[in-house]
């Protein structure tokens, strides 16, 4: 199972994979000015919230990437299973 040990060793990891597309690299650059433009309008305190706001939004959207990540693994067994039954099923009927 050598995909399955590159997951575990953590040699894989899906979530490092950035979307790729013209759309992406332009909401990263939007997304860049602004939090350059915030920078230096907001006081040092007001700034800091800002980093602990952007962090924990960070730290949710990697747990519901966790989440989707499991389900869409649960999902892709599931969808294996069923074709592999579906196979045997074709099998047996045949004999």
Do not use: C
């Amino acid at each position: 199972m050598k995909i399955l040990d590159e997951l575990w060793w953590g040699n894989l990891d899906p979530s490092a994979k950035r979307p790729r597309g013209k759309e992406f690299a332009e909401l990263e650059q939007y997304n860049k000015r602004h939090w350059e433009k915030l920078s230096v309008q907001l006081s040092p305190e007001a700034m800091k919230t800002l980093e602990k706001w952007r962090d924990n939004t960070y730290e949710m959207w990697e747990f519901s990437q966790a989440d989707a990540f499991r389900q869409g693994f649960s999902l892709g067994m599931s969808m294996t299973v069923e074709a592999m039954l579906e196979i045997k099923s074709h099998l047996y009927d045949e004999e």
